[in-house]
């Protein structure tokens, strides 16, 4: 069965860290590019940050840009994304997600979502 | 950074009638490589993380019920869901992937009148 499941998540005091993993199982990692996605309770999705599937390429959203470190280890078939200098802004459940391949054309929709890591910042 | 206006922000129509939500893009998101528009939509059910419908604007994905379509080009997108059955009430999302920073609509909450 193709799965992604985060893990990492708690409560962390503002101007903490925390370290996001999401292990991948099903599927052959290393040939996927993989993203971070958010959801602040009650409110829409916002995309976090993106990485290849050999990591030489990597996007963040201009909210995070500096804090926020994402990597992958595709020996180990897991994603991890680092979080410091975390503010109230940042909680929101974390759902890392799939890029959907059809043939060998990368379509950027998003195939494959984990069910969430929730991250909380408050004192 | 490219904005994506859903709209309705949200609706209830009658079981067996149709729905229809619209997307529209700040700037178009048509890849003149391959002429596809880099656009999905997403159905995210209370509790659940979303789920891919759509991609390619008019693509549906594998297993997804043939009463959900896209539709649309350019700037402006259709999802359409043709007979609404009780398993469809969630939040839908469009979401482009033309450019960085990947963007969401606000979101479209679907109810049973």
């Known amino acids: 069965e193709v799965q992604l499941v985060e893990s990492g998540g708690g409560l962390v005091q503002p101007g903490g860290s925390l370290r996001l993993s999401c292990a991948a199982s099903?599927?052959?990692?290393?040939?996927?590019?993989m993203n971070w996605v958010r959801q602040a309770p009650g409110k829409g999705l916002e995309w976090v940050s993106y990485i290849s599937s050999s990591g030489s390429s990597i996007y963040y959203v201009d909210s995070v840009e500096g804090r926020f470190t994402i990597s992958r280890d595709n020996a180990k078939n897991a994603l991890y994304l680092q979080m410091h200098s975390l503010r109230a802004e940042d909680t929101a459940v974390y759902y890392c997600?799939?890029?959907?391949?059809?043939?060998?054309?990368?379509?950027?929709?998003?195939?494959?979502w984990g069910q969430g890591t929730m991250v909380t910042v408050s004192s | 950074d490219i904005v994506l206006t859903q709209s309705p922000d949200s609706l209830a129509v009658s079981l067996g009638e149709r729905a229809t939500i619209k997307c529209t893009s700040s700037?178009?998101?048509?890849?003149?490589?391959?002429?596809?528009?880099?656009l999905a939509w997403y159905q995210q059910r209370p509790g659940q993380p979303p789920k891919l419908l759509i991609y390619w604007a008019s693509t549906r994905e594998s297993g997804v019920p043939d009463r959900f379509s896209g539709s649309g080009s350019g700037t402006d997108f259709t999802l359409t869901i043709s007979s609404l059955q009780a398993e469809d009430v969630a939040v839908y999302y469009c979401q482009q992937q033309y450019s960085t920073p990947q963007t969401f609509g606000q979101g479209t909450k679907v109810e049973i009148k």
């Open positions: 997600a799939r890029v959907k391949v059809r043939g060998d054309i990368i379509t950027g929709a998003l195939d494959i």
């Open positions: 099903g599927f052959t990692f290393s040939s996927y590019e």
């Open positions: 700037q178009s998101l048509l890849f003149s490589s391959n002429n596809e528009n880099y």
